[in-house]
């Protein structure tokens, strides 16, 4: 139901933008999130969209480099990633919450009901 695209291989510096699109559920009254996983860490929080107020939320560790957004008539979220860094390298993950998710508990992965499959990127020095 929730399928990303985008990952590839990109220098340090460079710029890319993963998408997420969903089919099959009403993704207009969903948040939206995106996480991450590199080999051997645990899943981390990367960014994060509301549902209704479009208020973001991100990680420390991509806050000022990475911009989530969602087009609701294509149901689908993006995350532009700037200024990519080799510690970006991992897997990435979308995933959608319930509207009922406040922003602040939308950086945990157990509000989460649908996960779409990861898209590798690989950010090379």
């Known amino acids: 139901q929730l399928q990303a695209s985008g990952g590839g291989l990109v220098q340090a510096g460079d710029s890319l933008r993963l998408s997420c699109a969903a089919s099959g559920l009403n993704f207009g009254i969903y948040s939206m999130g995106w996480f991450r996983q590199a080999p051997g860490n645990v899943r981390e929080f990367v960014a994060a969209?509301?549902?209704?107020?479009?208020?973001?939320y991100y990680a420390g560790s991509v806050k000022g480099r990475f911009t989530i957004s969602r087009g609701n008539s294509k149901n689908t979220v993006y995350l532009q990633m700037n200024s990519l860094k080799p510690e970006d390298t991992a897997a990435y993950y979308c995933?959608?919450?319930?509207?009922?998710?406040?922003?602040?508990?939308?950086?945990?992965?157990?509000?989460?009901?649908?996960w779409g499959q990861g898209t590798e990127l690989t950010v090379s020095s």
């Open positions: 969209i509301s549902y209704r107020t479009r208020s973001t």
């Open positions: 995933a959608a919450a319930p509207q009922s998710t406040i922003l602040s508990e939308l950086r945990h992965s157990k509000q989460y009901h649908y």
